[in-house]
């Protein structure tokens, strides 16, 4: 089992990241929350859809724990429980909006890439536990979503990832145990990096200029991850045609995430209007760019839309 802590000025809290860790969540959360105590309360939450597939692990610890606990099984993204109570909330990105409001009395189990991998590093949980056997259960293409983040702060910040990655990236869809829990691991210990530091948060953004464009309008077309990918193609074209990066660097990173099946055109079913993803920028956002793998800055000149219209365009195939 691999461990990180997340510290930010008022709190700190760790990831846990292992193989079977749901299966002995209630042992797991005994040894790493020792304040908790016997007559704790816990509200076991999760999507109906992946109840057949947890619920009956988790309670069962829970039990073999001594712990007590009532179940709650989501239908919509809110959940009221009292305060006395810790909420285990299992899913992926269906909770992440849920997540930020909660204030530490919860506890995060993700069941996805993208939730192991990126959500996990967020919010004010007072334990993650990332079970890496959740993923046996996951189809191919949100395996490959969750990749997108994982390849997305490699590019932000660490070159010598990237390079594993483009080695060993197929692997991870494969199944193989050891390259997943070192990529989720990665992921997770670079953005902790910047997601409680206000002083480089901003820098989260990158990828996202195009990407929070594209989800705005086709939505559920594609999955988050997928418009990340196409985000991030854009963001190494821009930046190279703003003369920031090589023309190389943009080609290696798209070719890395085509060969890992993530988009780096837009598809052709989708009706694609190049004005209306320009219009729907936005720029009140920092402009993220990269400079080369695992180095990123702030752009802060003005961009012409002639430009824009030459990015979106190559996203065209």
């Avoid at 016997?38 to 109906?48: D, T, V």
């Avoid at 692997?171 to 997601?195: L, P």
């Avoid at 993803?277 to 961009?303: A, D, H, R, S």
């Amino acid at each position: 089992m691999q461990k990180i802590t997340v510290s930010k000025p008022e709190f700190t809290y760790e990831i846990l990241i292992g193989k079977g860790l749901i299966d002995r969540i209630g042992w797991v959360i005994k040894d790493y929350l020792p304040d908790i105590n016997q007559n704790q309360k816990f509200i076991i939450a999760m999507g109906e859809e992946i109840q057949h597939l947890f619920l009956a692990k988790i309670q069962n610890s829970l039990r073999d724990a001594d712990f007590e606990f009532s179940i709650e099984i989501i239908l919509k993204d809110k959940l009221d429980f009292p305060a006395d109570t810790i909420a285990i909330i299992v899913g992926g990105n269906r909770f992440k909006h849920l997540m930020k409001t909660l204030k530490s009395n919860y506890i995060y189990v993700p069941t996805t890439m993208l939730g192991m991998a990126n959500n996990a590093v967020m919010g004010h949980p007072q334990l993650v536990i990332s079970d890496i056997n959740a993923l046996q259960f996951l189809d191919y293409k949100y395996i490959m979503s969750g990749y997108s983040e994982i390849a997305k702060h490699a590019l932000m910040r660490d070159e010598i990832f990237f390079e594993w990655l483009e080695t060993h990236g197929r692997t991870i869809f494969d199944g193989d145990e050891y390259a997943r829990i070192h990529a989720i691991k990665s992921s997770c210990s670079i953005k902790a990096k910047y997601v409680h530091n206000h002083q480089i948060k901003k820098y989260l953004q990158f990828g996202h200029l195009i990407a929070d464009s594209l989800e705005k309008i086709y939505k559920k077309e594609l999955l988050h991850g997928e418009y990340m990918s196409l985000g991030m193609v854009a963001a190494f074209d821009l930046a190279h045609k703003l003369n920031l990066c090589k023309l190389e660097t943009y080609k290696r990173v798209k070719k890395h995430l085509k060969s890992m099946s993530l988009p780096v055109y837009l598809p052709e079913y989708l009706k694609v209007n190049i004005h209306e993803i320009i219009e729907n920028i936005n720029f009140e956002n920092p402009v993220i760019l990269p400079t080369n793998i695992g180095q990123i800055t702030e752009y802060e000149k003005p961009i012409t839309k002639e430009v824009l219209i030459r990015v979106v365009k190559n996203l065209l195939n």
